[in-house]
Each structure stands twice: as C-alpha cells, then as structure tokens.
C-alpha cells in the first residue's frame, strides 16, 4: 500500500480505486440480479427488431370462407422463453410476450417435472443429463403470459388470429400432467379454449375452417404420456395422429419422398421442430415452405439470416395463405362425351332382300 502511495499519482491511485468498485458492483450484480431480469434484459433490444420490419394486420375470415387450417402457414416460435441464441442461458416467461408481440402464432414450450413434480418450463437434454437453460421457469406463469396477450388487441398485432399453443412432455408421471391439464383449466387462457367438440382430437383440426377458429387458442401435444391424463381431454390435435407430423429440421428438409410430403400436407399439417446443437441459431425454412410444411419453428431469439427469410414471408400477416399449388388440387371435370352418330356405328348391320338375307 505504501509503495502505491509512494510510486503511484493520486489520480491513477483514485482510477485504480474507481475501476476495482465498478468491478465489484458488476460482480455483486450479476449475483443478485434475478435470473429472469437477466433474460428480459438481454431480450428486448433483440425482439424490438421486429416491429421495425413488419407491418402486420389479421387474417380476419378469408375468402371464400372454406379455407382451412391446413391451407396456412403460421408463425412459430420455438425455444420461446429463451432470449437469445445461445444454450446455457436464463430463461424467462416474460419472453413469450414479447415473441406475441413480434407477431408469434405459435409457441412451444418443454414441460418437465420439478422436485415437487409440479409442471416447469425449460429445455434439457436428459438422455445426457444437460440443462440448457441455467433455470426453469413455472408452467402457470406462461400459461398467464399467453392469455394475457395472445388474444389482447394491444399486446398483439393479429390477437384475432388463431394461437397454437404446443406442449412437449419430457415426463412420464402422471401427477405433472394432470397439474398441468389443471393450470390450464384455470388460467387466463381458458376463455379461448375450444369447446367440448374438439376435445380428444374428436374432430380433425386439420381441415377446420381457418374462419371457426378466429379468436381460438389450439391446444397440441402427443405421445403415449399423455394417454390416459386429465391432459388427453384437452388435446385439440395431437402428433400422435395421422392428421399431424412432427418431424426435426433434418427429417423434413432431406425427406424419403418429397411429392409424399407435398401431398400429404395438402390435406394435413406437419410441424416442424429445430435440430438441437451447440446454439440455438435458425436452419434454412425455404425449403420446408416449398413442401407446404406449415408450422416451420423458428427461435425469434436468433436474429440471423434464416430468420430474415422467415420473417420475409409473414411481414403482413402472421397466418400466411399457401400458394395454390401446395393446397389441394381441384379435381379435373370432363365434358359429358357426345352420342356417335348411329348411322357410322360399328354395331352389325343387317340386310334383307327377298333373295337373301345378310348380317356384316
């Protein structure tokens, strides 16, 4: 200390002194500040982007009015409580406001089992026990943020539009699930839920006119897990069925048979799910539109070239109308073909004279 003194100015000795405080304030904030205000934080410059690129209005009913779900593409938000590109961050419920209000129709969210085996959101790999995200964050807080603002005029640009909502459970108990069926019974979400008629995947949703489900909140899972819970009951469309694929990025983009593919989602909906690696950065979406794939994941986190792209195609609208050569083909009519004339018919021909008669 002395030696400071001695060989030191008093202004460096002061500069030395003011950077070794704002090292230690720094230190002592980033320990004590919530991790969820750490995603918000990181989260809002990024996502505040979006509104400077779109212009964004609601479908409302098109016509004609026979258009259904299927014909559509919707914006779809995977990773949606992570605020930015990268693994190994905090999360926050908060975030799913945000992707609404950049013009998000679809959100899905990982759905794990706490200690208490209470329902968490939060992205794991558990065949390697890896957490992505440094926390989770509680299922009845994204449930809220939904019904909050999914279906609010001023939260939402195309709060008309229907909202996907998907869930993948990485669970086998039962007790999460059936907490989770009860959260969303009783969450803000609950007034958009549909009715009883689309209960158990009873109707398929695929084919559903776009104008019935206006205002709507569509419920998605699947897997055996859910067999046999409260959750199966509120199922409006699982992938467990033939109308729904899930399928990875890798899967639909390099697919056995891509005519299969196109004529399949002419009809139903395949929903498409990000390759996990050591980012959260966006894949290539181009070629899943050229295949009608009309759930396309993108993490709005990641604002990076493939996101550009994606964004090209719902800067207007969030539920984007397929090009008429990926809905179904109208079938060929042909003109009711003309009677011959009897007098050049090829049938055989009688002829009759008192001498003879003939038959050619």
Not at 114 to 140: E, H, I, R, S
Not at 162 to 170: A, K, Q
């Amino acid at each position: 200390m002395e030696w400071i003194q001695q060989n030191v100015s008093p202004t460096m000795q002061y500069i030395i002194l003011a950077v070794l405080i704002m090292c230690i304030a720094y230190a002592l904030w980033v320990s004590l500040t919530p991790s969820g205000n750490k995603a918000i934080a990181k989260a809002q410059p990024i996502f505040k982007t979006y509104s400077k690129v779109t212009k964004l209005a609601p479908l409302g009913c098109p016509q004609p009015t026979n258009y259904r779900l299927c014909d559509f593409y919707a914006a779809s938000s995977s990773y949606s409580v992570f605020p930015g590109a990268d693994v190994y961050d905090y999360i926050s419920e908060k975030i799913i406001p945000m992707a609404i209000k950049a013009g998000v129709r679809l959100v899905e969210l990982d759905i794990y089992s706490d200690v208490d085996d209470k329902p968490v959101v939060g992205l794991k790999n558990q065949k390697l026990g890896t957490d992505y995200a440094y926390n989770t964050v509680p299922f009845d807080a994204c449930c809220a943020a939904i019904g909050q603002n999914a279906f609010n005029t001023i939260a939402s640009p195309v709060s008309s539009d229907p909202f996907i909502l998907s869930l993948v459970f990485h669970t086998e108990k039962t007790k999460t699930i059936n907490a989770a069926a009860e959260i969303l019974k009783t969450s803000a979400c609950r007034p958009y839920m549909l009715d009883s008629h689309f209960s158990y995947t009873r109707k398929n949703l695929a084919i559903e006119p776009v104008c019935n489900l206006q205002n709507k909140l569509i419920i998605v899972s699947g897997g055996s897990a859910v067999k046999g819970t409260l959750f199966e009951e509120l199922v409006n469309l699982s992938w467990s069925s033939s109308h729904l694929r899930r399928m990875t990025y890798t899967q639909a983009s390099q697919p056995h048979d891509q005519d299969e593919l196109i004529d399949y989602n002419r009809n139903n909906i395949t929903m498409v799910v990000p390759d996990i690696g050591n980012d959260l950065v966006n894949y290539n979406p181009q070629i899943l539109f050229t295949f009608g794939c009309q759930w396309i994941m993108m993490n709005y986190g990641s604002i990076d070239t493939m996101m550009e792209l994606y964004i090209g195609e719902f800067q207007e609208n969030s539920i984007v109308l397929k090009p008429a050569a990926l809905r179904p083909l109208k079938p060929k009519k042909y003109k009711k073909p003309t009677m011959p004339d009897p007098a050049v018919s090829f049938q055989p021909l009688s002829h009759t004279s008192p001498i003879y008669t003939v038959t050619v």
